[in-house]
């Protein structure tokens, strides 16, 4: 069974900081996958990162997929109140995804 | 919005019954996916379908069962319910089964065994 672990399991952290969230694995993936979850919705895709090494950007949002793929981190700068969520990591196939444990991001003013 | 549609958005059943939760996949879409999100397992995926038939099978329990009807939408049943299967369960649907799609989430089905 491939597992995935992210730390950390809960964050609260001011506006304007910046952090950093980890999911790692013993296991190789294809790829990974970063999810945001808010309270009543499902997780929403938001990047996917398939070569290891790989960085992609998304506005505030970095993510990085570990040379030998079987970690990534995401790092947002300058976290806003409307970044509080649920974030999930996940790897594997669309047919049997896993997902990480989770990281629960509270951004407050 | 996702496009996904989930029904109900919250049950309250008491052990021992069965429910029955329903998806409608997004416009399109031949892939549904059950996923089942509780506080101490995390998010874990069930099952999947694809055109009407199974494709894939993950830690989904005897008791559960699901299928995909020719119009695509799916229902995922849950029977001889125990107070352990209190959990959001959510349907995710994509265009195809191939690797790599993006699979898109519905809001999720409360279920509360009492």
């Known amino acids: 069974t491939q597992l995935l672990e992210q730390s950390p399991q809960f964050l609260s952290i001011q506006e304007g900081e910046n952090l950093t969230v980890y999911c790692n694995s013993s296991?190789?993936?294809?790829?990974l996958q970063w999810y945001r979850q808010e309270p009543g919705e499902g997780p929403v895709l938001l990047v996917t990162?398939?070569?290891?090494?790989e960085v992609k950007k998304l506005k505030r949002l970095t993510f990085q997929f570990g040379d030998a793929r079987k970690d990534s981190s995401l790092h947002i700068t300058a976290a806003q109140p409307g970044d509080t969520g649920l974030y999930l990591c996940?790897?594997?196939?669309?047919?049997?995804?896993?997902f990480g444990t989770g990281t629960r991001l509270q951004v407050t003013l | 919005d996702s496009g996904v549609t989930q029904t109900p958005k919250h049950l309250i059943t008491a052990t021992g019954q069965r429910v029955t939760l329903r998806c409608s996949p997004r416009?399109?879409?031949?892939?549904v996916y059950w996923y089942q999100q509780s506080l101490d397992q995390g998010l874990q995926f069930l099952i999947q379908?694809?055109?009407?038939?199974?494709?894939a099978k993950g830690n989904i329990l005897e008791r559960f069962s699901a299928q995909q009807f020719p119009d695509l939408h799916s229902e995922l049943n849950l029977s001889s319910l125990e107070l352990g299967d209190s959990a959001l369960y959510f349907c995710?649907?994509?265009?195809?089964?191939?690797?790599?799609?993006?699979?898109?989430f519905g809001e999720g089905s409360w279920l509360t065994v009492v």
């Open positions: 995710a649907s994509s265009i195809s089964a191939v690797p790599g799609n993006t699979i898109y």
């Open positions: 296991s190789v993936f294809s790829s």
């Open positions: 990162v398939v070569t290891g090494g």
């Open positions: 996940a790897g594997g196939t669309a047919s049997k995804l896993t």
């Open positions: 416009s399109g879409d031949l892939s």
């Open positions: 379908y694809y055109n009407g038939e199974e494709r």
